[in-house]
Every structure is written in C-alpha cells, then in structure tokens.
C-alpha cells in the first residue's frame, strides 16, 4: 500500500497505470480493501466510469468519422449523377445538330427519315440507350406536340424517357 500510495506522486502514477494497462486494477483494490471496503469501491468506481467515458469517446469518434464519410460519399454520388446527366444532355445535343440538316432548330420527319439511313446514326443512338429499330415509332414518340417536328427541347425530353430499359 506504501509503495503505491504513498505520496500523491505515487498515487496518481498508480490511478494512471490501473487505467492503462501498466497495472492489473485488481492489484490496487486488494490492497485499497485491506484499508477500507469503501477505498476499494472507490478505486473500482474511477476504473468503471474510466473505460466506460475512453469507450463511449472513442465510438463517438468512429460514428461520427463513419457519418461524415457516408454524408461524402452520398454527395459524392449525387455529384456524379449530376456530371453524367450533364454529359447525356450534351451528347443529345449533339446528336440533335445532326438530325437538323437545315440548322432551322427542328427536325422534321423528313429530316428524320434521312438522317436514319445513316447506320453511323444507329450505332450513336445504341451508345444513347435508345433503341432506334422503328424511325417512325421513335419520332411520334419524340413530337409530343404532334406537328410533325421535333424541337430540341421535345428530343431532349423524349430521349431522357426514351434511355436506358426503363422506358415503355
């Protein structure tokens, strides 16, 4: 008891070594109860609410960092999708510039017909995820005004339905 509570020097290095590891906390109660049971209680109390607060920091540490990084990954995701409906959204166009031979900003049904003769076409609409097998079907889709022209915005809107194997 001496040799490990003997000055305050002692006992703190004592207090730290049972928290630590340096020191088994059950040698420190055992010589705590040869004084008073109320010692080792004590002693046993400090060891309890010291393992439990260094545990319930460090797993609020480990969920806070595993929140944060689902919260980046989550924006890194929508990001993503942002860039990637961008990125259609441009090739649509692109592909909508071919369609419009005339530059008028329209692409009729002749203007489509034509341009549909062009295998170079398919191959861009198959890299588009629509299925261009049917010219005439694929227009009427796409004229949701019904005057037999399709403007960019009606192609940008029918192609982002038409994508991908979701569409009817």
């Keep these: 008891l001496e040799k490990r509570f003997g000055s305050l020097d002692l006992s703190m290095h004592t207090l730290f070594a049972a928290v630590t590891g340096g020191l088994t906390w059950v ?3 055992d010589a705590l109860a040869i004084v008073s049971p109320v010692w080792q209680l004590l002693f046993e109390v400090y060891i309890a609410f010291c393992l439990f607060a260094v545990l319930n920091v ?4 480990f969920c806070q960092s595993a929140i944060e990084s689902a919260e980046r990954d989550h ?3 929508l990001q993503n999708v942002a860039h990637e409906k961008a990125k259609y959204f441009r090739a ?3 592909l909508f510039n071919q369609l ?3 530059g008028d900003g329209g692409v009729s049904i002749r203007e489509f017909k ?3 003769k062009d295998p170079s076409l398919h191959a861009v609409f198959d890299a588009l995820e629509i299925s261009a097998g049917d010219a005439w079907a694929l227009f009427t889709q796409l004229d949701r005004e019904g005057d037999a022209e399709v403007n960019v915005d009606e192609f940008l809107e029918g192609c982002m339905l038409l994508k991908g194997p979701a569409r009817s």
Excluded: K, P, Q, Y
């Design 27 to 29: 040698e420190v109660s």
């Design 114 to 116: 034509e341009a549909m």
């Design 92 to 94: 649509v166009r692109r």
């Design 100 to 102: 419009d031979r005339n």
């Design 75 to 77: 924006e890194l995701i």
């Design 58 to 61: 460090m797993t609020g540490v």
